[in-house]
């Protein structure tokens, strides 16, 4: 796996590739969910390669960019044992230069659900997911279910920008006792991630009744 750092370094390597290119984008400390999304990458693929960029533009004010998590060295570790062949790590002076003016939204869906408490969100989200398809320039993108609006919202800009790329979603991994793998659990105390374990009860609850 070769670290690249530059955006014109990573646009240069992405006009070589041999055969089928696989796309993972990740805001890194990586868990068993991006992995299973990098493992189907590398079976359906000849080449994949994975993005690990905390994207400012995503997150509002107040919210928790500062203290998201971030791991590279054992995200590197992680992924060295996977056939990865580019580990895109770009930085925010060049993803975001200082006059930067240009944005992407999707309008309607972005509106309802986590778009509503988190109104820049999606906008950052669909920016970001744009430029690093144009940087990387791969056949398929894979995205989680677990973030299932973001999949919504990416492949309605797809499809209406008319990207070129296809976007395959891939199962939402749980833990042992059913709490959904997300970066943020580190944010959860004991007692808080106990009581979280409600969601997933009341969807099971609510299947059984249904
Ligand atoms: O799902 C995420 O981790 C992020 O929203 C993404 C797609 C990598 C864009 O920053």
New binding site residues.
């Given amino acids: 796996m070769k670290l690249i750092k530059s955006i014109s370094e990573m646009q240069t390597l992405s006009r070589q590739y041999k055969g089928t290119a696989g796309f993972v ?3 890194g400390y990586l868990h068993d969910g ?1 992995l299973s999304l990098v493992r189907k990458a590398c079976t359906d693929c000849d080449e994949v390669v994975v ?1 690990i ?3 400012p533009s ?1 997150f509002g004010h107040g919210e928790d960019f500062q203290q998201y998590p971030r791991s590279l060295q054992q995200d590197m570790e992680l992924l060295s044992s996977l056939d990865v062949k580019y580990l895109f790590v770009p930085q925010d002076e060049e993803m975001y230069r200082a006059d930067y003016k240009t944005w992407v939204s999707v309008e309607g869906l972005t509106g309802v659900l986590c778009g509503k408490s988190r109104p820049a969100h999606f906008r ?2 669909t920016t ?2 744009t430029k ?1 398809l144009h940087i990387i320039n791969p056949d398929i993108i894979f ?2 279910e ?2 299932f609006q ?1 999949l919504v919202v ?1 492949r309605q800009m797809v499809r209406d920008l008319n990207i070129s790329v296809e976007v395959v979603g891939c199962p939402l991994i749980r833990e042992k006792d059913g709490l959904a793998m997300s ?1 943020r659990n580190k944010y959860l105390s004991r007692l808080g991630r106990e009581k979280s374990l409600c969601l997933y009860r009341s969807l099971l609850k609510a299947q059984e009744m249904y």
């Fill in positions: 984008p990740t805001m991006h993005s960029y905390v994207n995503q950052g989200v970001i997911v690093l995205l989680g677990k973030d973001q990416i970066s």
